[in-house]
Nanobody
Framework: QVQLVESGGGLVQPGGSLRLSCVVSGFTFGYFAMSWHRQAPGKERELVAHITSTSGSTNYADSVKGRFTISRDNAKNTVYLQMNSLKPEDTARYYC????????WGQGTQVTVSS
């Protein structure tokens, strides 16, 4: 059974940091490119960060460049999103996604940035 389970979300003040994790099971993690996406109320889901399966190359949405870092640990079947200097506009539900021939999504974790 395929599972992607996100964690690490919560309420944080502007300027704060959070580290999201997505633990996967049910498929060969190392074959899959992984990405984080987010969706704020009333808005389209958008790509935040992406990491390839082999080289580990990364790319980011312009809005998070220099603040967010995506990484993966293939031994732990986990992808991370380190989020620093958080802004209120980062408030959204964050989802991890796995891509390799098929696409899998997690259920998401809520991030709220507010004072």
């Amino acid at each position: 059974q395929v599972q992607l389970v996100e964690s690490g979300g919560g309420l944080v003040q502007p300027g704060g940091s959070l580290r999201l994790s997505c633990v996967v099971s049910g498929f060969t993690f190392g074959y899959f490119a992984m990405s984080w996406h987010r969706q704020a109320p009333g808005k389209e889901r958008e790509l935040v960060a992406h990491i390839t399966s082999t080289s580990g190359s990364t790319n980011y949405a312009d809005s998070v460049k220099g603040r967010f870092t995506i990484s993966r640990d293939n031994a732990k079947n986990t992808v991370y999103l380190q989020m620093n200097s958080l802004k209120p506009e980062d408030t959204a539900r964050y989802y991890c996604k796995a891509d390799y021939l098929l696409t899998y999504w997690g259920q998401g974790t809520q991030v709220t940035v507010s004072s």
